[in-house]
């Protein structure tokens, strides 16, 4: 049995022939991205619907350790159990856990080999159960560690200690998970920029494309509060690097990148005065994103969204307003850590409720102050998100 391996496949230019059957791989990379709760069957069916040469695509359980990177066997004709008689080519895509080969996405095909959008469709299919997968260990840990502290509820004795360590517990799982789904998060990004750079995209397909972008970065996002709520935890805290920053292009840059992520959100931003300081951009980015994807996610449907930054001397105010009330026993909480807000919003959120408290502990690592708020009266009536922080460290 022949055998090629290698991780990545040099890519011939499409013929214009072969342009419909872009479309559709292009199609399916969007249903397997977008179907967030559906089985691996249904996302294998996808890559064969949409592969001219693909005949059958299934999930083998274990496979062998030595298939540790994508690769391509040639049968020679001989059975290859799972997939059906006559397959000449399989292409093997390995499921990682742990850094150990616990499975493979096997793509079988009778002809002689695949092109590399039909591998690039496989790769995502296989990243998107792998994604699946540690998603179901995240989902089973986290109901582990409520069952547990219900249990310990009963035994008032026993409550802080094994609060503590299901804390610990769940702490460890968060941060394992979001190490893991980094790897396959970066190889949809790629992914997406490769179909990109493959030019001759045009109209629904370019869209298609950049929504695939767009879908990733908002999972980069909840990688990252992940991540840092990790390191509040586990010890030493968010790390605070200072160099001179501009509190106006940090906003500014932050709406920019929302408004294009969500088209159907009006952004409105000001700025006033000199908004220079000492502080870590890149941190600051992390909390006013997560301040106007949460003004985003709650508002109104058709309020604007209204961030302003103003120099008030020593310290600089920053505010981010939307239209609608949250209720008073959701406000008094709402920067404690899986935390969510009610789902009367313009669209239901899709973090993990991490987004005010990593605000909050990147503000208080600077010195300064954030502040939840409800002004006004009946339709009206808005939450205000406020910010204090120190020019100087």
């Not at 991205?33 to 619907?49: F, I, M, R, T």
């Not at 296989?126 to 260990?137: D, K």
């Not at 789904?181 to 397909?205: E, T």
């Not at 992520?261 to 980015?285: I, K, Q, S, V, Y």
Request: charged share 25%; proline share 7%; aromatic share 4%.
């Amino acid at each position: 049995m022949a055998r090629e391996t290698g991780p990545h496949e040099t890519a011939a230019e499409p013929r214009p022939d072969a342009l419909a059957s872009r479309a559709r791989m292009l199609s399916a990379a969007q249903r397997i991205l977008a179907s967030a709760g559906a089985a691996p069957a249904e996302w294998l069916d996808a890559v064969v619907q949409a592969s001219p040469s693909i005949d059958a695509a299934v999930v083998l359980e274990p496979a062998p350790e030595e298939w540790g990177a994508p690769s391509l066997l040639h049968t020679g004709g001989e059975p290859f159990p799972p997939l059906p008689p006559g397959t000449q080519t399989v292409y093997v895509v390995p499921l990682v856990e742990g850094g150990a080969v616990v499975g493979a996405v096997l793509a079988g095909s009778r002809a002689r080999d695949l092109s590399p959008l039909e591998k690039l469709l496989v790769q995502l299919a296989a990243l998107r159960v792998e994604g699946a997968r540690a998603q179901a260990r995240l989902e089973a840990a986290l109901r582990e560690s409520e069952r547990q502290r219900e249990s310990a509820e009963h035994h008032a004795a026993e409550v802080e200690e094994a609060a503590r360590r299901t804390a610990a517990f769940r702490d460890q799982i968060l941060g394992i998970v979001g190490h893991d789904l980094r790897n396959p998060l970066g190889a949809i990004v790629m992914s997406a920029a490769l179909l990109q750079k493959k030019g001759g995209l045009g109209g629904w397909q370019a869209k298609t494309v950049e929504r695939m972008r767009s879908s990733a970065g908002r999972m980069g996002r909840i990688i990252n509060d992940l991540l840092s709520y990790t390191r509040t935890r586990l010890g030493g805290g968010i790390p605070i690097e200072r160099k001179p920053a501009d509190l106006g292009e940090i906003t500014r840059k932050v709406c920019e990148e929302l408004a294009t992520a969500n088209p159907d959100g009006a952004l409105e931003r000001t700025a006033e005065g000199d908004l220079a300081g000492d502080w870590d951009p890149d941190r600051l980015e992390q909390v006013f994103s997560n301040l106007v994807s949460n003004a985003l996610d709650h508002g109104e449907p058709g309020a604007p969204v209204k961030v302003a930054v103003r120099d008030t001397g020593a310290w600089l105010q920053a505010e981010v307003r939307n239209r609608g009330a949250i209720p008073p026993e959701v406000l008094e909480r709402a920067f404690e850590p899986f935390r969510r807000g009610p789902e009367c919003g313009s669209r239901k959120s899709s973090g993990l409720g991490l987004g005010l408290y990593i605000a909050r502990v990147i503000v208080q690592g600077h010195g300064g102050e954030i502040a939840i708020r409800c002004e006004g009266e009946g339709e009206a009536r808005e939450t205000v998100l406020a910010v204090r922080l120190p020019r100087r460290g």
